[in-house]
Each structure stands twice: as structure tokens, then as C-alpha cells.
């Protein structure tokens, strides 16, 4: 399941970086960077920081509570489990005293006496 909100949270970063990009930013001209100094300029990862993370910020909260939600839901699913083999424990107990409770019940004189003619 984390593997999924992965997968999602990487095609939507990919997806709101493209229209940011495409919507703010026309060319690297547009904002006063030549191409050559595109590597090495802090400035334009500024600038992208600047832009991108306020469009980012609400996904990346969601996606916090995503990982919140999966960590509890494999807690309950960890004591569900945990929960199910005490019942298998349980009953299993339960059926070994209930025959022996019948055996013992039936080997008394009493159960004897009512079987006479």
C-alpha cells in the first residue's frame, strides 16, 4: 500500500511541477537566467522553492496523514492477527476440556447406573 501513495505521490509532483512550469515560466529568459548558469545558480532552485512548494505543501500534508493512517492500519491489522491465533487458542483449549469433561462425565458411576436395565 505505501508503494501505491509512492507511485501517486510521484506522478502528481511530476504533474503540478510541469503546470507550475508551464504556467509561471515561459523560458529560462523570462526570469533573468541565461542557460549556461542554469547548473550552477542557486537562485533558480530559489525561485522554484518559492513557487513550488506552496502548490505542494497541502499534498504533502495529505500525504503525512497517509502514512499516519498506514502505520495504525497495520497496527490493528498486527493486533488482529495477534487477536485471532488467542481464539484459535481458545477454542482449540475449549474442545480439548469439553471431551474431556465428557469422557469424565460418562466414566462416573452415575452415568453407569442410568445405562443398567
Known amino acids: 500500500m505505501a508503494m501505491n ?3 501517486c505521490f510521484v506522478y502528481i509532483m511530476l504533474g503540478v ?3 507550475a512550469s508551464a504556467n509561471s515560466v515561459d523560458s529560462l529568459a523570462d526570469i533573468g537566467v541565461d542557460q549556461e548558469s542554469c547548473c550552477s545558480s542557486s537562485d533558480l532552485e530559489d525561485q522554484c522553492g518559492f513557487v513550488c512548494y506552496p502548490i505542494l ?4 500534508q495529505y500525504l503525512e ?3 499516519e493512517m498506514d502505520l495504525q492500519i497495520k497496527e490493528l491489522e498486527d493486533m488482529f492477527r495477534e487477536q485471532s491465533v488467542e481464539i484459535i487458542k481458545y477454542k482449540s483449549k475449549t474442545e480439548v476440556l469439553s471431551k474431556h469433561l465428557e469422557n469424565n462425565f460418562c466414566d462416573t458411576k452415575f452415568c453407569e447406573s442410568d445405562h443398567r436395565p
Open 5 to 7: 501513495a509512492w507511485n
Open 17 to 19: 511541477i510541469f503546470l
Open 57 to 60: 505543501k497541502p499534498l504533502l
Open 65 to 67: 496523514k497517509c502514512q
